[in-house]
């Protein structure tokens, strides 16, 4: 199965799941793509998650803010 199949198989469940709503075909296909896109990158291996402890600080006023990665498939 193609990539062009996989996301296509999946924005469609995306439709019927979501009441079979005309008019959204883009979003569907994007939210499609990024599920099988994150797949394929975790499959891969290519994503890891930053530890909750590494801490980024601010350019200005130095306030702290943890770097987290907001990955969700």
Known sequence: MTMYD???K????IYEKNGKIEGR????WLEAERI???QEHK???KISEIPANNK???????TRKSAKADISV
Request: proline share 0%; charged share 25%.
């Open 56 to 62: 980024k600080v601010a350019k200005k006023g130095g």
């Open 43 to 45: 499959r891969q291996g």
């Open 10 to 13: 999946v924005a469609y469940s």
């Open 36 to 38: 099988v896109f994150g």
């Open 6 to 8: 996989q996301i296509a």
């Open 25 to 28: 075909d883009l979003d569907n």
